[in-house]
T-cell receptor, first 110, second 113 residues
Framework: EDKVVQSPLSLVVHEGDTVTLNCSYE??????LLWYKQEKKAPTFLFML????IEKKSGRLSSILDKKELSSILNITATQTGDSAIYLC??????????FGTGTRLKVLA | NAGVTQTPKFQVLKTGQSMTLQCAQD?????MYWYRQDPGMGLRLIYY???????DKGEVPNGYNVSRLNKREFSLRLESAAPSQTSVYFC????????????FGPGTRLTVL
């Protein structure tokens, strides 16, 4: 059975800290891995990683895909209170087949 | 550009009642999706429409039906609501199918008593 596991489940840090969120997967037909940020409502897209694009960076956020270890990390440097959210990892495991992890809840304290 | 819109935002139903959740997107996307999000379960795909005129089952389709009314609109119907369908429902769209970024609507919080 295809599955995606995220860790930790929750995390509390102080502003300015660096955090690393983990996502590991077991799927039979990997196509891509996606990271989303979910604040109060809809998930918003952060990154898509594929075999041809295993590292992405946008400002203080960066993500790496390790296809050998079947995992990905999402790094956030110099965290701010606005980074507080649930971070979702999803793997596209076939055409129109998305497996989501349960998310990591990040809280950044001022 | 409103993106993806959903109505209603909140709904309370009694067991056995029916209702339709509406979704519309103004990005001229071809593909649309319905997900449910439950605590500890992550997002799960209920149905999707790869393009106008087609619909297919996702991971958890039982108890639901969908209609792709036109390119913009994709509705989700609960014919006889059950407490197990209490959830937050998200609609999403993408430009060219499953390899493209999905854009999500704000969600509908549904409670079935």
């Amino acid at each position: 059975e295809d599955k995606v596991v995220q860790s930790p489940l929750s995390l509390v840090v102080h502003e300015g800290d660096t955090v690393t969120l983990n996502c590991s997967y077991e799927v039979t037909n990997f196509r891509s891995l996606l990271w989303y940020k979910q604040e109060k409502k809809a998930p918003t897209f952060l990154f898509m990683l594929t075999s041809s694009g295993i590292e992405k960076k946008s400002g203080r956020l960066s993500s790496i895909l390790d296809k050998k270890e079947l995992s990905s990390i999402l790094n956030i440097t110099a965290t701010q209170t606005g980074d507080s959210a649930i971070y979702l990892c999803a793997v596209e495991a076939g055409t129109y087949k998305y497996i989501f992890g349960t998310g990591t809840r990040l809280k950044v304290l001022a | 550009n409103a993106g993806v819109t959903q109505t209603p935002k909140f709904q309370v139903l009694k067991t056995g009642q029916s209702m339709t959740l509406q979704c519309a997107q103004d990005m001229n996307h071809n593909s649309m999706y319905w997900y449910r999000q439950d605590p500890g379960m992550g997002l799960r795909l209920i149905y999707y429409s790869a393009s106008e005129g087609t619909t297919d089952k996702g991971e958890v389709p039982n108890g639901y039906n969908v209609s792709r009314l036109n390119k913009r609109e994709f509705s989700l119907r609960l014919e006889s609501a059950a407490p197990s369908q209490t959830s937050v429902y998200f609609c999403a769209s993408s430009d060219w199918g499953s390899t493209d970024t999905q854009y999500f609507g704000p969600g509908t919080r549904l409670t079935v008593l």
